[in-house]
């Protein structure tokens, strides 16, 4: 059973990069059977999806974020990572993780597995 868990700091300074960890166990981030996501709740906006990266580690990011956003993989440690530059206090959000379900070629996942969430703060 795929599980993840989200790691990093909880306060970032503004202008600084956010700088996010998914540990996964249960399966190996080299997959046909999922695609692997970073999504983002707050209060004022709600579930924003922010970006994933595929097996073939291909990358596609929300155009809200595009610029500011990278996600990258470590096969050598089975992790995901999200960096997000330039943050402000917009930015404060609770960020998931997830494990996108992948079936028939099709890199739209059908469902999630979700990690517990970590609280992010940007303040000075």
């Known amino acids: 059973q795929v599980q993840l868990q989200e790691s990093g700091p909880g306060l970032v300074k503004p202008s600084q990069t956010l700088s996010l960890t998914c540990t996964v166990s249960?399966?190996?981030?080299?997959?046909?059977?999922?695609?692997w996501h970073w999504i983002r709740q707050s209060p004022g906006k709600g579930l924003e999806w922010m970006g994933v990266?595929?097996?073939?580690?291909?990358?596609y990011y929300n155009p809200s974020v595009k610029s500011r956003c990278s996600v990258a993989r470590d096969t050598s440690k089975n992790q995901f990572s999200l960096q997000l530059s330039s943050v402000t206090p917009e930015d404060t959000a609770v960020y998931y993780c997830?494990?996108?379900?992948?079936?028939?070629?099709?890199?739209?996942?059908?469902?999630?597995?979700w990690g517990q969430g970590t609280q992010v703060t940007v303040s000075s």
């Open positions: 990266i595929n097996i073939d580690g291909s990358t």
């Open positions: 249960g399966s190996s981030v080299i997959t046909n059977h999922y695609n």
């Open positions: 997830a494990a996108g379900v992948v079936t028939g070629g099709s890199s739209c996942p059908q469902t999630f597995y």
